[in-house]
């Protein structure tokens, strides 16, 4: 008999999650909104509405009779996205709408283990708890009162109006119960662990297994690459322009250094950072990954000032593009080397290292070709595999 049942309403690691499920030969269904198959939702939907979920990394892999598509929330929620554009949405009503026909299939299956992820799993994992089944939750964020208490300490420092980005009370409340519903907790990183224990959460209840680049697609743009670079440090940060995100810092660390760096940002602008990008800086909106992959390619080194990132995923995209990075403390993504790493709310240790890289150049290209062999390490068949061996020892 297959014994684990997967679902989620998003794009995410569940699909990852469901292909590992399917190589221990212990699949029996993925729940998701829609996904490309032989007369799916997906395909015909993906036609006429932009679905990015239709076609997820590894997807042509996975055994199409046991995938079940619920397209109707995520087509709902698109609807009202469209228009009334100006309302801010967390997919609370639709990922409960999703969560809740979960819980009805979960009540009917024999199987013995669910795997869902958090804000779409509430109503599954208390199912799971009432019929005996055991659970695994994948938690992909940072809880909003640790990121909350450094956006205002870094609010504080800038004399910066804080923009509210926190989940709804409801939405706070479904996580907190998801979590102590589930029988285990998938992580990404260590910093996203160490946070959830400080909470309360007991360590034996949590798993840290990294994430993954696709690392054929983002190793192009070292081949697109000059093989030296000349003029200022090309300093790229790309994710939300954000006091969260801690670009000021990066603001204050690129200014203290002047002409030997020009910095580009690329990502959807925050109202509280409008009136403090420095003229110099060169912006720009949200771009495609084969546009991004060009920028990865343009530059030399990516920073990510994060206050409090779980993971990072444009971190591991640069290094496999080939650049060095410098992340804080903050951010989960793994890093070859200690010294990539710099504290929280610290623009100076920001500015030493970039000025490491703007007074030695051969090390730019070194620690790039570090940065590319480290990143190939992390490939979905790697992460697929460490999954495996948990659901080896949650169903055992």
């Known amino acids: 008999m297959n014994q684990i049942i997967l679902g989620y309403a998003g794009v995410h690691e569940i699909f990852q999650l469901a292909l590992a499920a399917h190589e221990l030969g212990e699949l029996e269904r993925l729940w998701c909104s829609t996904m490309d198959g032989p007369k799916s939702w997906g395909r015909a939907l993906s036609r006429v509405v932009n679905?990015?979920?239709?076609?997820?990394l590894g997807y042509q892999m996975l055994p199409w009779d046991r995938v079940k598509e619920y397209p109707w929330p995520v087509v709902v929620?698109?609807?009202?996205?469209k228009l009334l554009p100006w309302r801010r949405s967390e997919h609370f009503h639709t990922n409960g709408w999703f969560d809740d026909m979960m819980a009805r299939q979960l009540a009917k299956s024999k199987a013995s283990l669910f795997v869902g992820a958090e804000t779409c799993a509430a109503a599954s994992l208390k199912a799971c708890r009432a019929t005996g089944k055991k659970s695994l939750l994948e938690v992909?964020?940072?809880?909003?009162?640790?990121?909350?208490?450094?956006a205002e300490k870094a609010a504080s420092?800038?004399?910066?109006?804080l923009q509210n980005q926190r989940n709804s009370t409801a939405m706070s409340f479904r996580?907190?119960?998801?979590?102590?519903?589930a029988t285990h907790i998938l992580c990404c990183s260590d910093i996203q662990a160490k946070i959830l224990k400080q909470k309360g959460l007991p360590e034996d209840k949590l798993t840290v297994i990294p994430l993954w680049?696709?690392?054929?697609?983002?190793?192009i743009a070292s081949t697109m690459r000059a093989v030296e670079s000349t003029g200022p440090l090309k300093v790229l940060y790309a994710g939300a322009i954000s006091l969260r995100k801690g670009v000021p810092y990066l603001l204050e660390a690129t200014k203290a250094l002047g002409k030997d760096v020009a910095l580009s940002l690329v990502g959807a602008l925050s109202s509280e950072m409008v009136s403090s990008l420095p003229a110099e800086a060169r912006f720009r909106p949200y771009q495609s990954k084969g546009e991004l992959r060009g920028l990865y390619a343009e530059h030399d080194v990516l920073v990510m000032?994060?206050?409090?990132?779980?993971?990072?995923f444009v971190a591991l995209e640069a290094m496999s593009s080939g650049l060095p990075v410098i992340v804080t403390d903050h951010c989960g993504v793994p890093v070859p080397d200690p010294s990539w790493r710099v504290p929280a709310h610290d623009s100076e240790a920001i500015a030493k290292r970039l000025a490491h890289y703007a007074t030695n150049r051969t090390r730019v290209r070194e620690d790039g070709a570090k940065a590319a062999a480290f990143a190939g390490q992390f490939t979905p068949g790697s992460y697929r595999n460490q999954v495996r061996e948990l659901y080896r020892t949650m169903l055992a």
């Open 51 to 56: 679905v990015p979920s239709a076609k997820p």
């Open 305 to 312: 000032p994060s206050l409090g990132d779980s993971f990072g």
């Open 175 to 181: 996580k907190e119960q998801e979590m102590a519903y």
């Open 77 to 81: 929620q698109r609807l009202f996205k």
């Open 213 to 219: 680049v696709d690392h054929a697609y983002w190793s």
């Open 140 to 150: 992909a964020g940072i809880p909003d009162e640790f990121l909350a208490g450094e």
């Open 157 to 161: 420092k800038f004399g910066m109006k």
